[in-house]
């Protein structure tokens, strides 16, 4: 399952498509075209048809964006992609742009001058993505030029066909409701909101709603498609029918009309010319679809997607799969970490310990008859000061030898049917220094204090981000991603959206999981981060206490490098957690392992001496 990303040199990228992209602008009366990294669906993966941006500019990042004006070019990226963006991309082409400090709206600004034309898909950008661009553009006098076509797949000839990936179905006892059920609830919550119809448009939620899944794109089941929710049932689900088997077929037109997706803007439009009140989401939905019920008479509601918070909260079926998927995972997890361990360093480089990890997690699959299906996303496996690079990707450019008194970053994660899975472990490789030791216990605190937290009803995420970087602060350090992202159900490893971060504004729910990952990164040297995915538990009295207290369930079950502990800085209720933990870990996974793996595992759970002073 690993793919380098290597830039392959091909002469054909960049400058001569660039120079395509604006022989057509100039035919057709454009200054400028955006190109998003983004599909019609705004997911985190794209399908190969999908790929315009790593088409034309050789940038195959999961967020980016690419302007291309007559005379420059430009590329948007965060700081997860400063490094690989300057391997893939013609720096002679495209100038880098940073996509949080000077995103294509604040850009825009400075740089498209009164009456220049800028083209856009309204496919590929969503109702509030055109809305900040044009209110930029309203202020420089720039126009905004909604297009038909793409021009990229005009002068892409080559362009690969839409995915037709089969279509299975999602057993009911895995997804733990029956999607007629789903859709009853859903049908429910649409008219609360004032509307006749909801569209969905995010893959995810159209695969827990109707219980099935595809793969239609890398590393999440997903089958590509829309769905139009009706307050009375009415549904229509637009897919291609080529997905299907009779078996998904039949199953599937018991609750919906089925159509091709070519037939969803006609479907759109006719909604919109019966005056129909269509609930779309400002952050999901493409414009496109705004235009198409407001340009037809219809009405947009802007509504948040009405299968997301149902589909954040897991249900006991859902909760008792991811369950399962990590003590598998984590037997996995704990065979990669007892073979790390006897290599000698030096003789392993990044690429080969992600070779390793999928076959064990393969083997243990196999061995527990629930096969992995693929891996959550791409691994990030960061030798020394690659670890430093906190969304690395690694490359057969890029990667490095374990080096002794180095520091080693493993995040990763898995597709199994009962669930998902996320993971981080940070590894000493040799002896680490004192420096990284005491680091890493800072980090290790902030992780204990998010798994030991109390919390009312009604707290988001944003209100308990600032306890996994308390002990960090203290010490002048901080990290700069958020502590947790939401997680799906075997479905997208990164969910929301609910998620412990500055801006996490949702409340955290019964049944919503989350990952735990607070780090700490330093540049040109080393970074750690230790990750475990948390489930939101049921509110209950604390003795003595005046209201219920939501706490979090550690799912994840491998265990944590004690060489990197320093006991000194953690007290006695966060010695007493980890010890916990740990026997736990071994309680629950012991008995998957054997021989030596098992021994290491003994091992590696057992308690740390108690040099606690509070």
């Known amino acids: 399952m690993f793919q380098t990303f290597d830039s392959a040199g091909d002469p054909a990228v960049g400058k001569p498509r660039v120079a395509l992209l604006r022989k057509w602008l100039e035919a057709n009366g454009l200054d400028g075209f955006i190109v998003p990294r983004a599909d019609e669906h705004q997911g985190e993966y794209v399908a190969d048809r999908s790929a315009r941006l790593k ?23 965060d700081g997860r992609y400063t490094l690989q963006v300057r391997n893939e991309v013609d720096l002679d082409i495209f100038a880098v ?43 420089t006098g720039a126009v905004l030029v909604p297009l038909d076509r793409n021009p990229i797949d005009i002068i892409w000839k080559d362009q690969p066909a839409a995915p037709v990936t089969p279509v299975e179905l999602h057993p009911i006892g895995f997804a733990g409701e029956l999607a007629k059920d789903k859709l009853a609830r859903l049908a429910t919550a649409i008219a609360k909101e004032g509307a006749t119809h909801a569209v969905l448009t995010d893959p995810s939620s159209i695969a827990w709603a109707f219980n099935i899944r595809g793969g239609d794109v ?83 509601v802007a509504a948040p997607d009405p299968a997301r918070i149902p589909r954040a909260t897991k249900n006991q079926a859902e909760i008792a799969g991811s369950r399962a998927a990590h003590r598998r995972d984590g037997a996995a997890v704990a065979k990669l970490l007892c073979w790390l361990e006897r290599q000698k360093p030096g003789s392993l480089d990044e690429i080969a310990v992600v070779t390793k990890l999928e076959e064990v997690r393969r083997q243990t699959g196999e061995e527990t008859q629930m096969p992995l299906r693929d891996v959550s996303f791409d691994t990030i496996s960061g030798a020394g000061p690659n670890g430093a690079i906190m969304h690395y990707r690694v490359s057969r450019a890029t990667s ?31 002896q680490p220094s004192e420096e990284m030791r005491e680091r890493f216990t800072l980090v290790l605190k902030g992780m204990i204090g998010i798994s030991t937290l109390r919390f009312p009803a009604g707290t988001r995420g944003s209100e308990i981000d600032a306890v996994a970087r308390m002990a960090l602060w203290k010490h002048g350090c901080d990290f700069a991603h958020g502590t947790g992202h ?32 607070p780090g700490y990164y330093k540049e040109g040297s080393y970074g750690i981060r230790i990750e475990n995915l948390i489930l939101v538990t049921p509110a209950d009295q604390i003795e003595g206490g005046d209201i219920a207290m939501h706490g979090f369930e550690t799912l994840t079950l491998a265990p944590i490098d004690k060489r990197l502990v320093r006991t000194d800085l953690l007290n006695r209720d966060e010695l007493h957690w980890l010890d916990a933990y740990h026997a736990r870990v071994l309680a629950e996974i012991g008995p998957m392992l054997d021989g030596e793996t098992l021994a290491w595992l003994e091992k590696a759970a057992a308690p740390l001496p108690h040099d606690a002073k509070i």
């Open 400 to 430: 490095r030898k374990l080096q002794a008194g180095e520091l080693f970053l493993l995040d990763s994660g898995a597709q199994y049917q009962d669930g998902t899975t996320d993971i981080t472990r940070t590894v000493p490789i040799g």
């Open 55 to 77: 088409w034309l500019t050789g940038f195959s990042g999961s967020a980016g964006v690419a302007i291309v004006l007559r005379d420059r070019a430009f590329i948007f990226v």
């Open 486 to 517: 939401g997680v799906g159900s075997y479905l997208a490893v990164h969910e929301g959206p609910q998620r412990i971060a500055r801006t996490g504004t949702e409340k955290l729910l019964e049944g919503m999981m989350l990952s735990n990952e």
């Open 218 to 300: 890398p590393h999440t089941p997903l089958a590509l498609g829309f769905a139009i929710l009706a307050a009375d049932g009415s549904h229509q689900l637009l897919m291609d029918k080529r997905k299907f088997s009779r078996q998904v077929a039949a199953y599937l037109t018991q609750l919906a009309d089925l159509h091709e997706p070519g037939e969803f803007e006609a479907a759109i439009v006719a909604l919109a010319k019966s005056g129909a009140k269509i609930a779309l989401d400002p952050v999901l939905a493409a414009d496109r679809l705004r235009m198409l019920v407001e340009d037809n008479g219809g009405t947009v």
């Open 97 to 139: 742009e940073s996509l949080v400090d000077n995103p294509p709206a604040v850009w825009l600004k400075d740089n498209l001058g009164k009456g220049a034309r800028l083209g856009f898909d309204p496919w590929l950008h969503t109702i509030s993505e055109v809305k900040a661009l044009q209110a930029s553009a309203d202020k």
